[in-house]
């Protein structure tokens, strides 16, 4: 019987290969945001084989276009200046479910940071169900986590202060907390400033 492919990776100390393609996390090779090599755990963790996302746009990962198109200058001055970014956000499985993974990034051109980088994405949904949130609910949250008050919101979004209001308690409640900074930290475990917003 012949050697299989992990025992000559192996003999042949390839060790960057096979720590590659079987980290316990998913990693991923990118070029201006189009998938050039990933590992299983990647794959799998999206539902997919990894050759079926070998040279596919990064957008078929995110719930929605405009996701795509919102997040995608997120950290690149990070990784310009310290080489070193990450955040936590949510992503879309090749069956449309939806989940939050955490996500690291580290480029391999820092003038140009997207041109070429590595990736490794966890996933969270063991520990952080995915809670959907409506558009206008993501944008009172996007504007919670900046700061601003309901009036400044309110302001920002061309709707009254008692609506934003109304939604600020839908929020709370939909996540079972009691005031803003209780659901800023139910919706992430991490610091606001983490999350990659979609607007």
Known sequence: MGKTRNEILFEAEDFATLGFEHAPVGLVITENRVIRACNAAFAHMFGYEPEDLRDRSFEVLYPTHEEFVQIRDRGVEALRERNSYWDERVMARADGSLF????????????????????????????????????????????????????????????????????????????????????????????????????
């Open 100 to 199: 939050w993974c955490r996500v690291r990034g580290h480029t391999l051109i820092r003038e140009e940071p997207l041109a070429r980088a590595v990736w490794s994405f966890a996933d969270l949904s063991g520990h952080r169900p995915y809670q959907p949130l409506t558009p206008r609910e993501r944008d009172v949250v996007r504007h919670l986590s900046e700061g601003l008050t309901s009036k400044e919101i309110a302001r920002e979004l061309a709707i009254s202060h008692r609506t934003v209001e109304v939604y600020r308690a839908r929020l709370q409640k939909k996540f079972g907390v009691a005031n803003t900074n209780a659901l800023l930290r139910a919706m992430s475990g991490v610091p606001q400033e983490r999350i990659a917003s979609d607007r």
